[in-house]
């Protein structure tokens, strides 16, 4: 029986995953999986991986002199693999294209609500019996203009539930869609026009800190950024310069640069070390949670579905339909090559 080494387990994972039956055998380890300890899957002919797995050349190599000969991607993201090195050294990569676009769109827009209507705060204050108003005034998202960058599955549904608030919506992506429904602009009509600017394309060498120091700058000062893209679209440093100077009104984070040693963890017990995060989470205007749009029932069933699906068509031969390739991810923006 083909086995499998699962990286970076968590409870509700594996959950999904052992429902479902499967030809080949699973083995569950909670590290996240790097060069340090690539070696647990020596011996497996598959691993499955995670957003903030360091998938880099020499775990790769370890990988693949082990034997693993498939990756699977539990998640829509590749932005911590080295694909040359896997082309190199004969390891195939699959994902999960879509699970549910809805999923993340629908906690961007809970995100966006909660930080402008203050409910966070709301909450905290009546668990005291304190039910004074001052400070918690929002605005209405009706006639308000929402900035998109990035328009495919994610983006395209927050779009649909903006609309539906009433709000503008203009848009920015290098791959427009046919007939929208909103305007395509150019970034610079993104940062100059909207209230509210919602990141929505992967990261890469074009998108990397697509959000800096200069784009704030072109902001209104009323801007909410929301991020529940990848946390490397956006400079952090410059982020907090912006809240701090007030050049911004406020940030939607449910990803960040630095996030892979503590997103997903209970780092309550410890001293976190990453200043600008620490920072970030003390001001009143940002509003943090830890990588969790995705985290719905349906979009972890789809996950725990497809990953599986993905592994079987490899171990049976079949063609690979959520295959990522080398050519496609040099240097392109296409994501899946068929
Ligand atoms: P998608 O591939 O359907 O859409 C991405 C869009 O971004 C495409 O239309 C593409 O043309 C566009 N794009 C590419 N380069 C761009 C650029 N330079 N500027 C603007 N747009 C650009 O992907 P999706 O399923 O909508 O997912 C979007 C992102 O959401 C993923 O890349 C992933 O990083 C993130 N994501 C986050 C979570 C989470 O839990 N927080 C879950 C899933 C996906």
């Not at 797995?53 to 693993?68: F, M, Q, W, Y």
């Not at 026009?193 to 200069?214: E, M």
């Not at 200043?275 to 205007?285: G, H, K, T």
Request: glycine content about 8%; overall charge negative.
């Amino acid at each position: 029986m083909k086995r499998v080494a699962f990286f970076d387990t968590k409870q509700y994972d594996r959950e999904w995953f052992d429902r479902i039956d499967k030809s080949f055998e699973i083995k569950y380890f909670e590290e996240k999986l790097n060069s340090e300890n690539a070696d647990l899957a020596k011996g497996f002919d598959g691993a499955i991986a995670f957003v903030n797995d360091k998938i880099n050349s020499k775990t790769i190599k370890i990988l693949a002199e082990g034997g693993v000969k498939i990756l699977a991607m539990r998640c829509a993201g590749y932005n911590n693999i080295n694909f040359k090195s896997a082309h190199e050294n004969g390891l195939k990569v699959v994902r999960v294209p879509v699970y549910s676009p809805y999923a993340v769109a629908e906690h961007t827009m809970a995100l966006l609500l909660t930080l402008n209507r203050k409910i966070h705060k709301a909450y905290n204050r009546t668990r005291d019996f304190n039910f004074a108003l001052n400070g918690l005034t929002g605005f209405d998202l009706n006639g308000k203009t929402a900035g998109v960058i990035g328009t495919g599955k994610i983006g395209q549904i927050f779009i649909k539930i903006c609309k539906g608030f009433g709000m503008n919506v203009i848009a920015y992506d290098p791959y427009p869609i046919e007939n929208p429904d909103f305007e395509y602009v150019d970034l610079e009509e993104i940062y100059s026009r909207s209230d509210v600017i919602s990141l929505h394309c992967p990261l890469n060498q074009y998108t990397h800190h697509i959000l800096g120091a200069d784009a704030f700058s072109k902001m209104k000062s009323s801007v909410y950024i929301i991020n529940t893209s990848r946390g490397g679209l956006i400079d952090s440093e410059a982020l907090l310069n912006a809240l701090k100077s007030r050049r911004i009104a406020g940030a939607g984070l449910d990803v960040y640069e630095e996030e892979a040693s503590v997103f997903f963890e209970d780092c309550s017990d410890t001293i976190v070390n990453d200043d600008i995060l620490a920072r970030l989470v003390s001001l009143p205007n940002v509003l943090l949670t830890s990588h969790q749009a995705f985290l719905t029932e349906e979009a972890l069933k789809n996950i725990a579905e497809i990953t599986i699906e993905n592994l079987e068509d490899y171990f049976a031969g079949k063609p690979l339909k959520n295959q990522i390739c080398y050519d496609c991810c040099n240097g392109g923006t296409t994501s899946n090559c068929g």
